[in-house]
């Protein structure tokens, strides 16, 4: 009766012998099938006498790989930048960013997430995204729109994010705050190119750019300076007045009973005091300079508090029910002293100047003389400081010796005002947590210079909204990514998050080709690049 053969796999065998204290090794070729119920094995060669690189090839092909023997033949059809856009985008998807933007995969948010990116890595404008996303892997990773797509494709995708802004910000706070933590809220302002945008308009100009019309935008993070949400303004919106907006959402859309909300000196005044207490929020706040010296004149701030150490609580019937906490920087004492000392005598050199030309008969009109001195004490502002006499032909001045010594008496102090009581916080742990606010001072520091948020061109209300709104999820991301490579920054002072960024951009995805044949190539990675791989919680790409 005959028995079906079945065929199966060519493969190599290994078989080892001993004999006489030695270990013989074969490598036999063999085909191995079915007969009946049982396997068999047929020896087709012996190929021991071939060297051992040609077996492992043999063995190879068996399993299913190709080789090419002409190494001519094989081309790079094309490199693209791979290391850096894998990183933040796996960044930006391990913190869940992308689900909660929106929870399908769109293609509007797939574009949100590649601008996203893009702001990161290089900024620019949105037209530059389109076309930067060309030469990296960002399309193939994100599923993106092919080279030539209008770029209105883009602005349909920032309309959409817009009008997710408010359920994506309280996603945000639910992650990130909890009942009675600490808010963190600090203003800022950027200028606009062009006038015919809503918000533009001229105000408490930040930049540095006169002439310029501006918006302002507040940004509220957690204790840690972790991004949560952010409101545009117009440009001449005063400070104080961006606070109630504030005290509305995190009660209103966040939910929230009752938090510690933290500002800066100038924007959380007497009324907006009043706000929060009407809202049942507590508050951590600083006094103006006016009100620290008041204290000194009444004699309820004396420098004798310090004399032990540099932070002590005082009380004051103008704050009811409010703590009010004293504390001296020595380091920052120092430093004003040393630049209130540069600027009179940058001043005093120029106001010498005018003298002598008053003197030679060069300058001699009070309007002329004046006009020269306004200059002078425009530029140094320390005019406060200098007794000044102006009369045709005649000019003196000269320092306001005793208001100086008093002024400088206060170089370093600062108070902290809190209606939080000892119990629940600490005199330590409310200067801290004004301290705090530099971390939002951070974060409006990296939307501006790193992530590019100035200059804006976008002429439409809705789009400056929606770019501001881009920035601060870029921010987000941004943050989490310094947050964890923290630890290798504080190692390697030489690097910063920017230029760990570039090294990364030097990781290629090379495509390449032989007889037909297409595979991907990634540049092998370096062991900085490995570290900031390990220190991001990613796998080398």
């Known amino acids: 009766m005959d028995m079906k053969r079945v065929a199966t796999s060519k493969h190599i065998a290994t078989t080892r012998r001993r004999y006489k204290g030695k270990t013989y090794v074969n ?3 063999r085909h191995t099938y079915r007969e009946g119920n049982k396997v068999k094995h047929k020896t087709l060669a012996n190929l021991s006498h071939l060297p051992l690189s040609t077996i492992d090839l043999i063995r190879r092909s068996l399993q299913g790989e190709t080789f090419f023997s002409h190494i001519q033949d094989l081309k790079n059809t094309a490199s693209r930048s791979h290391g850096a856009v894998y990183a933040v985008w796996s960044s930006l998807h391990k913190s869940g960013l992308d689900q909660i933007i929106y929870s399908r995969n769109e293609e509007w948010r797939r574009v949100v997430v590649g601008m996203i990116i893009a702001r990161i890595l290089k900024g620019k404008s949105k037209l530059f995204a389109t076309q930067w996303w060309q030469g990296t892997t960002l399309p193939e990773i994100l599923d993106l729109p092919k080279e030539g797509k209008d770029v209105n494709l883009l602005y349909e995708a920032m309309d959409k994010l817009l009008r997710r ?6 996603k945000l706070a639910e992650r990130h705050l909890q009942e009675n933590c600490l808010v963190m809220y600090d203003l800022s302002s950027t200028y606009l190119e062009g006038k015919t945008c809503p918000l533009a308009a001229f105000g408490n100009n930040r930049d540095g750019k006169k002439g310029k019309r501006q918006f302002t935008y507040g940004l509220m993070t957690d204790a840690e300076g972790c991004p949560i949400s952010v409101d545009v303004f117009a440009g001449n919106m005063a400070d104080p007045k961006t606070v109630q907006p504030q005290i509305d959402r995190l009660q209103k859309k966040f939910g929230f ?5 933290v500002g800066d000196r100038g924007m959380v005044v007497k009324t907006r005091i009043e706000d929060l207490r009407k809202a049942g929020l ?8 006016r009100d620290i010296q008041r204290l000194r004149n009444e004699g309820i701030l004396q420098l004798g508090l310090f004399d032990e150490r540099n932070l002590a609580e005082i009380y004051d019937p103008e704050f009811p029910g409010e703590r009010l906490i004293v504390c001296r920087n020595p380091l920052v004492a120092e430093e004003r002293r040393r630049k209130r000392q540069e600027l009179l005598d940058s001043t005093e050199r120029e106001l010498e100047k005018i003298q ?3 003197e030679s008969g060069r300058l001699k009109e009070t309007r002329e003389i004046a006009l020269r001195v306004g200059k002078v004490i425009n530029k140094w502002k320390v005019g406060k400081h200098f007794h000044l006499e102006i009369a045709d032909g005649d000019f003196e001045y000269q320092r306001k010796e005793e208001q100086i010594v008093r002024e400088a008496e206060l170089d370093g102090i600062y108070v902290i005002r809190t209606n939080v009581s000892a119990k629940d916080l600490s005199a330590e742990s409310a200067v801290t947590a004004y301290k705090s606010l530099k971390e939002v001072e951070q ?3 990296d939307i501006k210079s790193m992530l590019e948020l100035r200059p804006v061109f976008h002429r439409l209300e809705e789009r400056v909204r929606a770019h501001v709104f881009l920035c601060l999820l870029a921010q987000y991301v941004r943050w989490h990514m310094r947050r964890s490579l923290k630890p290798l920054l504080e190692q390697e002072k030489q690097h910063s998050f920017v230029s760990l960024m570039s090294s990364l951009e030097t ?3 090379n495509t390449m080709e032989i007889q037909g044949n297409k595979f991907y190539l990634t540049t092998q990675v370096d062991e900085l690049q490995q570290r900031v791989f390990a220190h991001l919680g990613l796998p080398s790409p």
């Open 507 to 509: 990781i290629q995805r």
């Open 27 to 29: 490598y036999l070729l």
């Open 282 to 289: 507590s508050w951590i706040t600083a006094l103006r300079a």
């Open 443 to 445: 974060d409006i520091k």
């Open 165 to 170: 802004q408010e359920a994506i910000q309280k």
């Open 257 to 261: 009973g009752h938090v510690v909300f």
């Open 356 to 358: 002598k030309r008053v």
